[in-house]
T-cell receptor
Framework: QKEVEQDPGPLSVPEGAIVSLNCTYSNSAFQYFMWYRQYSRKGPELLMYTYSSGNKEDGRFTAQVDKSSKYISLFIRDSQPSDSATYLCAMTRRDTDKLIFGTGTRLQVFP | DAEITQSPRHKITETGRQVTLACHQTWNHNNMFWYRQDLGHGLRLIHYSYGVQDTNKGEVSDGYSVSRSNTEDLPLTLESAASSQTSVYFC??????????????FGPGTRLTVL
């Protein structure tokens, strides 16, 4: 069983829709939870991170962590075609710099 | 502007050949990482380094080696390329944050095909 599970999609939504992307994990020692965005044929770039449980909002993006359920989410409001990319969740413990990545969910937002 | 670069961007080689992929960062970061990305597996850590002369094995290190002779560069060597090593390779660098997780900055990737 993988430490981090993520539905690969693809997820196809119309412009303006609310998008929900999710990951589950098995290691309760994870403390930092991140979302990376990867455009086609580019390297991943950090979108958001959260520490422990709770919500964090940044513009149209909201990251949510539920440690009791070992479940994290990324919500995208008013989705745009420019949001079309692969979204990877990643997580780590405080005492290590190594990230464990999900497989990524490919999102397509059509006009 | 500081950046991280990889070369070559595309490489086709034959089974059994030695291949070296270059990674260069100008942030002066101590930490550098090599990942491979494959469909269904996501990003998997190959090797990483926390500073000059320091190297460590990651999750999928067999058949790969790295050396760190300066802060800026971490070349990845495939000693004897195999078809199973056909993949997209990403280099990343980071600086440890005391209060926040270190942000890993990724290069643009090298697409390697082993025939």
């Amino acid at each position: 069983q993988k430490e981090v599970e993520q539905d690969p999609g693809p997820l196809s939504v119309p412009e303006g829709a609310i998008v929900s992307l999710n990951c589950t994990y098995s290691n309760s020692a994870f403390q930092y939870f991140m979302w990376y965005r990867q455009y086609s044929r580019k390297g991943p770039e950090l979108l958001m991170y959260t520490y422990s449980s709770g919500n964090k909002e940044d513009g149209r993006f909201t990251a949510q962590v539920d440690k009791s359920s070992k479940y994290i989410s990324l919500f995208i409001r008013d989705s745009q075609p420019s949001d079309s990319a692969t979204y990877l969740c990643a997580m780590t413990r405080r005492d290590t710099d190594k990230l464990i990545f999900g497989t990524g969910t490919r999102l397509q937002v059509f006009p | 502007d500081a950046e991280i670069t990889q070369s070559p961007r595309h490489k086709i080689t034959e089974t059994g050949r030695q291949v070296t992929l270059a990674c260069h960062q100008t942030w002066n970061h101590n930490n550098m990482f090599w990942y491979r990305q494959d469909l269904g597996h996501g990003l998997r850590l190959i090797h990483y380094s926390y500073g000059v002369q320091d190297t460590n094995k990651g999750e999928v290190s067999d058949g790969y080696s790295v050396s760190r002779s300066n802060t800026e560069d971490l070349p990845l060597t495939l000693e004897s390329a195999a078809s199973s090593q056909t993949s997209v390779y990403f280099c990343a660098s980071s600086e440890v944050g005391l209060l926040t997780p270190d942000t890993q900055y990724f290069g643009p990737g090298t697409r390697l095909t082993v025939l």
